[in-house]
């Protein structure tokens, strides 16, 4: 699933946010509540939108409609 643009509950803009937080999560190994915290996204619903996020793309792409 893609990060969508905007919160489902609030509305905020927090798309252009993704990509920062899975790189300083991923690579640097930081505290993914720190992150979000540095992001400037401190709504719960915001928060979970990141937090519950599965990147499935590599795994739809295999399959094909036919």
Excluded at 5 to 27: A, L, M, P, T, Y
Excluded at 32 to 54: I, Q, S
């Amino acid at each position: 699933m893609q990060v969508p643009v905007r919160c489902f509950s609030c509305g905020k803009v927090i798309g252009d946010e993704w990509e920062e937080f899975q790189e300083r999560v991923e690579e640097d190994e930081e505290d993914a509540g720190e992150v979000l915290d540095d992001l400037g996204l401190e709504k719960y619903c915001c928060r979970t939108v990141f937090m519950t996020n599965v990147d499935v793309i590599d795994e739809v792409g295999e399959h094909h409609i036919s």
